[in-house]
Every structure is written in structure tokens, then in C-alpha cells.
């Protein structure tokens, strides 16, 4: 996307963060309802007896949440879906499933990258006619595009995020006498600052889990070092080595390498797990003040806390680096490990608009179909977060560490993870860093 349409996008999430963060149904729609009436407007067929296995990375409340999602589907047809959840390291778990003979029907893939490695591996399986035409009916082509390879269409991306949003806790800027969120990194940090000279833990980072730390770089270098530099850097043809890798290692250091300004320091942050960021936000005897990730904090919130979306727990884009605040999206794409009648019916239903509204309803989710009702979300946040990504069309840049080979962006303990987490424990060593993100690249992608 261009660097205009960048901006558009933050302009007008900026505009929809800061027009819901007081109350968050003010619009008088409600949380799960209003609205036109689409229940059963998708034909299943009879699948009675039939047990199908579904594969994604959820646990906790997300897990929960899709849960109500297969329970409609079987109710529908008659089948008996089973969730197994994958783990952080989705891509390995589902070859060894798949090269033991035994894969799952359905699977939910967080990252491009493997989707193209299966594919390639002949792994996948195309969407059936019934699929297409839900997809074809329901998302735009940017979001079909993703889920498409070497003009085969395998998946479709059902669960969208925006990876750009600060949450924080309305108690703690007020104590602070914080009036206004920050737009800029420097404000970022300087409101940091001011939270932690007031008491606060500033800013709760899940370092125990990799991934939040590649999206934390991500935004930085989108908005510092531009869209353009971004997808080379996605496609690995610059180096991590080049310069533009240095200077958002160093943003990013500006905030870690102050072991007073985040949760329990940089020891503890490599000891906290995403979930804990979160609810160590909005609970707890000495919550902190903020945590940076994706519309989907809202399922901890709600699950975990006793803290109000919109109200206790508000919501601000992440601060602009460069001239323009960055838009992260990612997004999890469901594609068929098996042949049969099943995988493809559930396919068909999850890139209806009825399976996108029943999810809407559970709350931390939202959705890239165009066609379903905005008003089935849980909260007036999360609907205009949902507006705001549905407004930027195909104008978005899409996660940059799930574009590529598993084995450097998609894996625990190994490659991008890994490198960041060293990182966030001596950010000193930009140049070290540096030297092994490039290291884990080249192999990764030679391999790939």
C-alpha cells in the first residue's frame, strides 16, 4: 500500500479509538444483536455421525469463543467436531500430524508463510464450490488474495486482527494525571515515564512468548522505515543488516533498555506469557498501566478481569514512529488437511457470514467479511476497530514475521522469536542482534 493509504487507515482508526472510548454502546445496538437476521442463510449438508477434527493455536477464552462457533455448525449438520489446539509452534505440530498419516480435517494456519509451505507440499487442499462462493460473496480480494497460492485458492482468512492498538488502564493515567493518549513515540515513551514516577508498572510486555515481540518491532519499523522498505524486508530482499534494521532496533531499545518502565523489568517480561500482559493490565494489587496487541486483548479482558472494555479498559493507536502511525493486521486462515464432504462444509460455514456473526458475539474477535453485520460485536471498541480495517480495504499491510518461513518467523525458541527475546534482555546489542535475525533469516529462507 502506499504510504497514503498508511495513512488514511491510521487516520481513521484514530478517529473510531477515540470516538468509543467512553462508552461502549452508546450506539444503542447492543452486544450481540440488532440488525439484519442471517441465521441459516448458508446451506449445509447432512453430515450425521460424521466426526471431524479442527487444529488452531487458541486456548484460554479464544478457544472458548470459536468453541460456541463449532457447536452452531454441528447443531446444523449433525457432525461431531473436535478442537485441538496446536501450540505455539502450529507449523510443526500439524507436519508431524500430517506425515504420521493422521491430520486434523480443518486447520487454522497464523502464518502466509506456511500456508505456502504446505501447499507446496502438496498438503492442502483446494476450496471446494460451495467455500469459493462464500468466500467470493464475503471478503475482498486483498483478503482472498492471502489465502491463495500459485493461483490454487486454499484457505480463507475468517479471524482478521489489527496488530496497531495500545490498551491501557483508565485508573492508572488518571492517578498519573494523564489526560491525552500519546500520538507519537517520544510521547509514548515520556507517558511511560510519567506512569512509573507515579507508581505504575508502565508497560506489561508477554516477552515468554516471541511473536508479541516481532509485533512490537514490526509497527515500529513499518512507521519509521516505510511500507516499501517493509515488504523487503518481508521478502527478505534487504538484508537485517541494513541500516533501516538498526534504527528500529534502536526506537525499540529506547523503551526496553529502561528496565523501570516495563512490568516487573526485563526479567520479568521474559518470564510473562501474552495472556498474563494482559490481565496483569486490568487486575491484580499494582496493575499496570498499558499493553501493546491486537483487538483480540478484549477475550482476556472480558474472560479474565473484571475490567469494562470502553470504560476501565480504553484503547489508542500505536504511537507513529515516523510520519505516519503504522496499521499491522494479521489473521488466521482455515484451509483443508483432508478430502470429504466434511472439511469443505466446514469451510463453507466458516466464510459465511453466519459463523462471523456468532463469533463477533463472544467478544475479542473480529472479522474480514465484509457482509456481516457490524452490530453482532460484543462492544462498541472492538466494532469500531472492526469498521476501521473493513474501511481500509485492501490497503493494509499484512504481519510481517507470519509472512515468512516458519522456521525464522513462526517457530518457539528459534529464529525471529528467539532473537528478539534476546534482544529485549540486552538491548545494548543492536548490531548482535542484527547480525543473528540475519543469520536465521538467510538459512530460513534458503531452506524454504
Known amino acids: 500500500m502506499a504510504r497514503t493509504g498508511a495513512a488514511v487507515v491510521a487516520g481513521a482508526l484514530a478517529l473510531t479509538l477515540t470516538a468509543c472510548g467512553g462508552d461502549d454502546d452508546k ?40 468453541t460456541k462457533v463449532l457447536d452452531e455448525f454441528e447443531k446444523r449438520t449433525g457432525a461431531q467436531v473436535s478442537f485441538v489446539p496446536t501450540g505455539n509452534n502450529t507449523s510443526t505440530f500439524l507436519g508431524t500430524k500430517i506425515e504420521g498419516g493422521a491430520p486434523p480435517d480443518v486447520a487454522f494456519l497464523p ?46 482468512y475468517v479471524k482478521a486482527a489489527n496488530k496497531s492498538l ?15 493518549t500519546p500520538k507519537t513515540w517520544k510521547d509514548f515513551v515520556a507517558t511511560a515515564q510519567t ?19 516481532t509485533d512490537w518491532f514490526e509497527n515500529i519499523y513499518l512507521s519509521q522505515a516505510g511500507p516499501e522498505k517493509y515488504d523487503q524486508l518481508a521478502a527478505h530482499k534487504i538484508k537485517w543488516t541494513d541500516p533501516s534494521v538498526k534504527d528500529a532496533l534502536t526506537t525499540l531499545a529506547g523503551l526496553w533498555g529502561k528496565d523501570e518502565l516495563l512490568a516487573g523489568g526485563r526479567s520479568g517480561a521474559l518470564r510473562t506469557e501474552f495472556p498474563k500482559s494482559v490481565t496483569q493490565t486490568f487486575s491484580g494489587d499494582s496493575p499496570a498501566a498499558m499493553v501493546y496487541e491486537g483487538d483480540f486483548v478484549t477475550a482476556n479482558i472480558n474472560a479474565d478481569t473484571k475490567a469494562k472494555v470502553g470504560t476501565d479498559a480504553k484503547v489508542f493507536p500505536f504511537p507513529a514512529v515516523g510520519d505516519q502511525a503504522p496499521v499491522v493486521s494479521g489473521g488466521d486462515v482455515a484451509v483443508a488437511l483432508k478430502d470429504g464432504k466434511g472439511a469443505q462444509a466446514l469451510l463453507t460455514f466458516l466464510s459465511s457470514t453466519d459463523a462471523a456473526e456468532i463469533w463477533a458475539a463472544q467478544g475479542g474477535f473480529i472479522s474480514p467479511n465484509k457482509e456481516m453485520d457490524p452490530a453482532t460485536y460484543k462492544d462498541g ?46 538491548p545494548k546489542d543492536v548490531a548482535g542482534a542484527q547480525k543473528k535475525l540475519e543469520a536465521d533469516a538467510a538459512k530460513a529462507y534458503k531452506s524454504s
Do not use: C
Open 27 to 66: 450506539d444503542g445496538d447492543g452486544g450481540g444483536g440488532g440488525g439484519k437476521k442471517t441465521s441459516g442463510s448458508v446451506e449445509l449438508p447432512k453430515l450425521d455421525g460424521q466426526k471431524l477434527e479442527v487444529a488452531a493455536v487458541w486456548t484460554g477464552p479464544e478457544q472458548k469463543n470459536f
Open 111 to 156: 502464518q502466509v508463510g506456511v500456508l505456502h509451505q504446505f501447499a507446496d507440499k502438496g498438503w492442502l487442499k483446494p476450496l471446494g464450490s460451495e467455500a469459493q462462493a462464500q468466500l467470493d460473496k464475503n471478503f475482498s480480494q486483498g483478503w482472498k488474495d492471502l489465502g491463495a497460492y500459485k493461483g490454487k485458492q486454499y484457505g480463507t
Open 166 to 180: 495500545v490498551w491501557y488502564n483508565t485508573d492508572a493515567f488518571e492517578a498519573a494525571g494523564i489526560t491525552d
Open 195 to 213: 506512569l512509573s514516577d507515579a507508581g505504575s508498572p508502565a508497560v506489561s510486555v508477554g516477552g515468554a512468548d516471541g511473536w508479541t515481540l
Open 381 to 426: 471498541v472492538t466494532r469500531d476497530i472492526a469498521k476501521a480495517l473493513l474501511a481500509a480495504g485492501d490497503d493494509f499491510r499484512f504481519d510481517m514475521s507470519d509472512q515468512a518461513p516458519a522456521a525464522f518467523g513462526g517457530t518457539q525458541g528459534v529464529g525471529e522469536w528467539k532473537d528478539l527475546q534476546d534482544f529485549l534482555r540486552n
